[in-house]
């Protein structure tokens, strides 16, 4: 840790990190966090109604712990998320590793409920806690070089039971063109449902970017790097004809095994249809500008 700062001034915590919560002696192993986190509320919320918690919180993917949708909520109570830090490295201006609580001391929280889609064709709405991205390569000085930001989440066989194995290549790798990591719907969150990160939800801070289908949302980041070369990202190098690096949620395109074209939500019942996947997840208006000229159908 070189013990930098970025502000000097603390305003009345806006945010809640696990050492807060801990002190409050809130259980935290099986449950997440009593404690609210006040966020302001964004325009680019969905008004669909999220899932519920325990949906949110029982059906996870997260390889670092294992393959069933259960094994992270069983699995990932063992991790410790403090002391938590980020390197930020590359193309910037101020390099260096930042603890969480500098990463999110002015941080402007927001509650975003974003739509959710997995590559699997399921979806879910879920109401992140977060900020954007891009506040925080700001503060971190983008140089003009970079063209990339690449993310790595923390490799600990000891405490990731799925590490033990080579089921991928670890650590969990991804990345983003900067115009997209730049995005104001990029985000990154720290808790859910106002509540802190749960573990199996990629505590204490992982990326959202809702347009893209989920794999691209990388949990429990501890490496951020801007880079002038696009990044090797973890299912591109596994299978890249199956796992585009843009990875955009696009109904016309198939995934080699499966339709795109709708999707199954987690919650729904049984009895209920299967709903139309939308271009973009449904933020087109938002994001398709970003790849105007490009062929999504080779570009994916
Ligand atoms: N480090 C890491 N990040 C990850 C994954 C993973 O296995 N490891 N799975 C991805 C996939 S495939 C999905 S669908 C989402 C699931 O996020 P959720 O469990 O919060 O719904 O996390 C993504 N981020
Ligand atoms: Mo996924």
Redesign the pocket.
């Known amino acids: 840790m070189r013990g930098l700062s970025w502000s000097d001034v603390t305003p009345k915590p806006q945010w809640l990190n696990r050492r807060q919560l801990m002190a409050g002696g809130a259980a935290l192993l099986a449950t997440p966090a009593l404690a609210k986190i006040e966020a302001a509320k964004s325009r680019f919320s969905t008004d669909a109604a999220p899932n519920t918690l325990s949906e949110i919180t029982t059906y996870n993917?997260f390889y670092e712990f294992g393959w069933d949708k259960g094994d992270p909520a069983r699995n990932a109570r063992l991790l410790t998320t403090d002391p938590w830090a980020v390197e930020i490295s590359g193309l910037v201006d101020r390099p260096g590793s930042y603890g969480l609580d500098d990463i999110l001391k002015d941080a402007p929280l927001e509650e975003r409920i974003y739509r959710f889609r997995?590559?699997?064709a399921w979806s879910m709405v879920i109401p992140w806690i977060g900020f954007e991205l891009a506040h925080l390569l700001n503060k971190a000085g983008v140089q003009p070089g970079a063209k990339y930001v690449a993310f790595e989440t923390l490799v600990r066989p000891e405490e990731m039971p799925g590490q033990t194995t080579r089921s991928l290549d670890w650590p969990y790798r991804e990345g983003l063109r900067l115009d997209e990591a730049m995005h104001p719907l990029t985000i990154l969150a720290t808790g859910l449902y106002g509540e802190a990160m749960p573990n199996q939800n990629g505590a204490p801070i992982r990326l959202v970017v809702p347009w893209k289908?989920?794999?691209k949302s990388i949990k429990s980041i501890v490496s951020i790097r801007l880079t002038d070369t696009q990044p090797e990202t973890t299912w591109n190098m596994q299978n890249a004809r199956e796992y585009g690096f843009y990875s955009n949620v696009n109904p016309e395109v198939s995934h080699p095994r499966w339709s795109q074209a709708s999707e199954r939500r987690v919650g729904a019942g049984i009895f209920a249809g299967r709903e139309d996947t939308v271009m973009f997840n449904g933020y087109g208006a938002e994001v398709a500008g970003l790849y105007a000229g490009m062929d999504l159908s080779k570009d994916y």
Request: include cysteine.
């Open positions: 993917n997995c590559v699997e289908y989920g794999f």
